[in-house]
């Protein structure tokens, strides 16, 4: 298993571009996550899934979008980037059996560094 | 919003010292992840617990959850200099499935041989 992988590692945008971020399990997981690292700030949730077709919102989704069309696959899209979207970008998944015995753990990928110019 | 708030940010430590980091919430939590980060990779997962005052024992690493869910602390004995990385903890609030996590700020561990 390749776990959890996102292209591409390093990225350079002028403002206003728009770019796909990728990201892929190979784990058959439903839930997915994408994550902003900032220094001094931990890792802030952008968008999650928890299946194919449905999205929700987490604590900064403003800028990104984000679509699930099959389980495997969950891009996170910069519409118009700005400086401030600079970061390093995470992806995870997590199985979420249900019941007692559900498992949170999520693994991430790499990482995107994505610099904003 | 809900919130989870880690102390504290850094800990320099001789080798051989303990080290301890603290997790808060805001509101109560379904259940607790914790994570190391090593410079310059990704998170990885430590443990989960998920009932009131749970205590989890991982070789030198102690983690606790409060009693009311909301805190959570892990320890660790003895440290070496592999245990060098930021500790998260990450909270899954209740009533949102325990999967829309809330992650702490981190706490960066400095160990001096």
């Known amino acids: 298993n390749a776990g959890v992988t996102q292209t591409p590692k390093f990225q350079v945008l002028k403002t206003g571009q728009s770019m796909t971020l990728q990201c892929a399990q190979d784990m058959n997981h439903e839930y997915m996550s994408w994550y902003r690292q900032d220094p001094g700030m931990g890792l802030r949730l952008i968008h999650y899934s928890v299946g194919a077709g449905i999205t929700d919102q987490g604590e900064v989704p403003n800028g990104y979008n984000v679509s699930r069309s099959t389980t495997e696959d969950f891009p996170l899209r910069l519409l118009s980037a700005a400086p401030s979207q600079t970061s390093v970008y995470f992806c995870?998944?997590?199985?979420?059996?249900?019941?007692?015995?559900?498992?949170?753990?999520?693994?991430f990928g790499p990482g995107t560094r994505l610099t904003v110019t | 919003g809900q919130q989870v708030m880690q102390i504290p940010q850094y800990q320099h430590v001789q080798e051989g010292e303990d080290f301890t980091t603290y997790c808060n919430s805001s509101t109560t939590l379904s259940n607790i992840q914790w994570y190391k980060q090593r410079p310059g990779g990704h998170p990885v997962f430590l443990i989960q617990?998920?009932?009131?005052?749970e205590v989890k024992k991982q070789k030198r690493l102690t983690f606790q959850f409060g009693e009311a869910k909301k805190n959570s602390s892990l320890h660790i004995t003895a440290t070496q200099t592999t245990d060098v990385g930021t500790y998260f903890c990450a909270g899954g609030p209740q009533g949102t499935g325990g999967f829309k996590t809330i992650f702490g700020a981190g706490t960066r561990l400095f160990v001096k041989a």
């Open positions: 995870a998944s997590t199985d979420g059996s249900p019941g007692t015995g559900a498992s949170y753990e999520q693994y």
């Open positions: 617990l998920v009932k009131s005052g």
